[in-house]
């Protein structure tokens, strides 16, 4: 059984992919580029209020 393209990016087997999973490969890429982690010091803080439970 022939390894994903997303299988052969990850594990650098590269050398027998045609064009569309190269395509495919390249959309893997840039979703996970999208997704890297964000410093501490970049992520915005939102604080979130539990206005369900009453105040005694």
């Known amino acids: 059984m ?3 393209p997303l ?3 990850l594990t650098n087997e590269l050398n027998d992919i ?3 999973e ?3 490969i390249k959309e893997y890429l ?3 580029d999208a997704l890297k982690e ?3 010091l970049e992520a ?3 604080e979130l209020k539990d206005e369900s ?3 005694e």
């Open 7 to 9: 299988e052969q990016a």
């Open 18 to 20: 045609d064009s569309d």
């Open 22 to 24: 190269e395509h495919e």
């Open 30 to 32: 840039k979703e996970l």
């Open 44 to 46: 915005k803080i939102l």
């Open 38 to 40: 964000v410093s501490p």
């Open 2 to 4: 022939k390894p994903s």
């Open 53 to 55: 439970k009453p105040v």
